[in-house]
């Protein structure tokens, strides 16, 4: 089966820029998951969705950060206006329910 | 608070020797123990997932163990292989799949 799939792979912006990442989670997965790895440290939950709906967003910075599912399968992860703070790798995962979570491969973002 | 610690925090060993990591936790209430392996540059990967009853899983040359008593947890890597060279996350799921990771212990496996 395909795996989750993110892109872009790599970005670098300027501070105060603003930048938006997608993820394709695995066909069939209702729950979604963005986080936030800084390097040298283990990924941080940012938000999860079940279906199109918003479990958990208690650790998102939502002054900066916003993030949409469409129709239950795609979803991107916003950052507007970028910080220095906000480098890190951002990565998605999905998972049927309370099983397994399957991680996509990241997307690397530089903050300058 | 819900914590997972991971120890050492890097570790450098000889291609073919083995290895022991351990990972220490303080989350409630428990649902079950993971550890992932992370290469540099992509997304991590699971090797064993352990519930409360469980004390061992391998999977292949990866045998994770877990003491639910002392929230302790190890993952042995016999005859290590180049390939090992990673990150190895321990995560704890608190339950409906909320899980809480650890910093990693990055291996090194040098021939």
């Known amino acids: 089966e395909a795996g989750v799939a993110q892109s872009p792979r790599y970005k670098i912006i300027e501070k105060r820029q603003s930048v938006a990442f997608w993820c394709n989670p695995i066909?069939?997965?209702?729950?979604l998951y963005w986080y936030q790895q800084i390097l040298g440290q283990g990924p941080k939950l940012l938000i999860q969705f079940q279906n199109n709906g918003v479990v958990d967003d208690s650790q998102l910075p939502k002054d900066r950060f916003s993030a949409e599912r469409l129709k239950g399968v795609d979803s991107t992860l916003k950052i507007q206006p970028a910080k220095l703070e906000d480098s890190a790798v951002y990565l998605c995962a999905s998972s049927l329910g309370e099983f397994e979570q399957y991680f996509g491969p990241g997307t690397r973002l530089t903050v300058t | 608070k819900n914590q997972v610690e991971q120890s050492p925090q890097s570790l450098i060993i000889l291609e073919g020797k083995n290895c022991t990591l351990q990972c220490n936790y303080t989350v409630s209430p428990f649902s079950n123990l993971r550890w992932y392996k992370q290469d540099t540059g992509r997304g991590p990967v699971s090797l064993t997932i352990?519930?409360?009853?469980?004390n061992t899983k391998s999977n292949g040359r990866y045998t994770a163990t877990l003491d639910a008593d002392t929230k302790q947890s190890s993952l042995h890597i016999t005859a290590s292989q180049l390939s090992d060279s990673a990150s190895y996350i321990c995560v704890v799921s608190g339950g409906y799949n909320k899980l809480i990771f650890g910093a990693g212990t990055r291996l090194a496996v040098h021939p």
């Open positions: 352990m519930t409360f009853s469980e």
């Open positions: 066909s069939g997965h209702a729950t």
